[in-house]
């Protein structure tokens, strides 16, 4: 079974700055990988970034970057120059390798203050 | 580019009816996921179905009901509708290579009155 955890229901940032989400992980699968999403106030599901249980690197997407460390079993989300429109909820989920069916963590809801 | 696309948008029923929401992944995306988000609450996985065949089963109650057609699309049926299941429905597609990111739609809200 694998389970996720977010343990910070709410941040808040100020614009520009950079803010550290944070996710851990417990699976049993050896094969795993790990997403982030952004779900605005609308209601929608965004992917952001994966990162997958083998990738040596760390993965990147424009202002959004995974800092996985395996050995701590945590896979925590960057938002590099924070903008309002970040303002939103964030889950971390964890995907199997089998069937690919995501377990979300419980989310954490980022402000930007301007 | 062409995104999941789920109808209805929203949906208001009362209780004890049934509801029919339906997912149309991305072209070429064979494995489809349903998911129900309460309110407040993080999204949990209730089925999907990988070639038209259910491929996993998670916390989803007997009322309910999901099938793939061969054109890949894939309904989600309700019945004996209760206020519990007043939740953000989404559904969401991906290619079946293990570990790739699902695309979701933009949900279909249902309230159950």
């Known amino acids: 079974a694998q389970k996720i955890t977010q343990t910070q229901p709410g941040m808040f940032v100020q614009e520009k700055e950079a803010v550290t989400l944070d996710c851990t992980y417990d699976t049993s699968d050896p094969s795993y990988g790990l997403f982030w999403y952004k779900q605005p106030s609308s209601g929608e599901m965004i992917f952001l970034i994966y990162q997958g249980s083998y990738d040596q690197q760390n993965a990147t997407e424009g202002r959004y970057s995974l800092n996985f460390q395996k050995a701590r079993k945590s896979a925590n989300l960057v938002i590099s120059a924070s903008q309002l429109g970040d303002s939103a909820m964030y889950f971390c989920?964890?995907?199997?390798?089998?069937?690919?069916?995501?377990?979300f963590g419980q989310g954490t809801t980022l402000q930007v203050k301007p | 580019a062409a995104g999941v696309i789920q109808s209805p948008r929203h949906l208001i029923k009362e209780k004890r009816e049934t509801a029919t929401l339906k997912c149309y992944p991305i072209p070429r995306h064979d494995t489809v996921y349903w998911y129900q988000q309460g309110p407040g609450q993080d999204p949990q996985f209730l089925i999907s179905f990988y070639e038209k065949m259910q491929s996993d089963k998670g916390s989803i109650p007997d009322r309910f009901s999901a099938q793939q057609f061969s054109d890949y699309h894939s309904e989600l049926n309700m019945s004996s509708l209760e206020l519990g299941d007043s939740a953000l429905y989404f559904c969401?597609?991906?290619?079946?290579?293990?570990?790739?990111?699902?695309?979701f739609g933009q949900g279909t809200r249902l309230t159950v009155v």
């Open positions: 969401a597609s991906s290619p079946r290579t293990p570990n790739t990111e699902a695309f």
């Open positions: 989920a964890g995907g199997s390798s089998n069937t690919g069916k995501l377990i």
